[in-house]
T-cell receptor, first 109, second 114 residues
Framework: GDQVEQSPSALSLHEGTGSALRCNFT?????VQWFQQNSRGSLINLFY???GTKENGRLKSTFNSKESYSTLHIRDAQLEDSGTYFC???????????FGQGTSLSVVP | EAAVTQSPRSKVAVTGGKVTLSCHQT?????MYWYRQDTGHGLRLIHY???????EKGDIPDGYKASRPSQENFSLILELASLSQTAVYFC?????????????FGPGTRLTVL
């Protein structure tokens, strides 16, 4: 079935630095969502993309359906950015989401 | 912003017992979903619904039933709870109009089966 391969599985950043998370898809996806799961376990919506690039503050996400990948860029990382980041993508019209395994991000002083 | 609530927020159940998890959304969304998350993993789809009184199987439906009595409410039922069903369960909803199917998630229900 549809698969979402997310990397890296874990990442440590110093405050003020940045990095990129990536998801590769094994089939053509129609849309992608990125979430942050915080320490309480809640899923926070970061981005929903059907194509192109979106930016929100220190976060930027790109979705390339033709090349089957999506990225999430974090710049100027802050301590509150720590958590687990998930990408999830849908290949069908009613948006069943297939989740990646997550990236555990730790931002340290 | 979408408001999805779940009850209970945590539950301890005995093996073989019946468990019902409830989800309520107040945003007039047509689509609702149930996912489970196992420790250290992403979410997997159990059941979903795109209209009241109708449910569909997701990727891992075995051992679960779902009920959508109204547009606002979606329940997940474990008729005979098993140890392997210990997990965190998330409900979500999405609209679908205008081509956007962005899903909004509830806070989750932590289920422990003993």
């Amino acid at each position: 079935g549809d698969q979402v391969e997310q990397s890296p599985s874990a990442l440590s950043l110093h405050e003020g630095t940045g990095s990129a998370l990536r998801c590769n898809f094994t089939t053509t996806m129609r849309a992608v969502q990125w979430f942050q799961q915080n320490s309480r376990g809640s899923l926070i919506n970061l981005f929903y993309l059907a194509s192109g690039t979106k930016e929100n503050g220190r976060l930027k996400s790109t979705f390339n359906s033709k090349e089957s990948y999506s990225t999430l860029h974090i710049r100027d990382a802050q301590l509150e950015d720590s958590g687990t980041y998930f990408c999830a993508a849908s290949s069908s019209s009613f948006s069943k989401l297939v989740f990646g395994q997550g990236t555990s991000l730790s931002v340290v002083p | 912003e979408a408001a999805v609530t779940q009850s209970p927020r945590s539950k301890v159940a005995v093996t073989g017992g019946k468990v019902t998890l409830s989800c309520h959304q107040t945003n007039n969304h047509d689509y609702m979903y149930w996912y489970r998350q196992d420790t250290g993993h992403g979410l997997r789809l159990i059941h979903y619904s795109y209209v009241a009184d109708s449910t569909e199987k997701g990727d891992i439906p075995d051992g679960y039933k779902a009920s959508r009595p109204s547009q606002e409410n979606f329940s997940l039922i474990l008729e005979l709870a098993s140890l392997s069903q210990t997990a965190v369960y998330f409900c979500a909803s999405s609209d679908g109009t205008g081509g956007s199917y962005e899903q909004y998630f509830g806070p989750g229900t932590r289920l422990t089966v003993l």
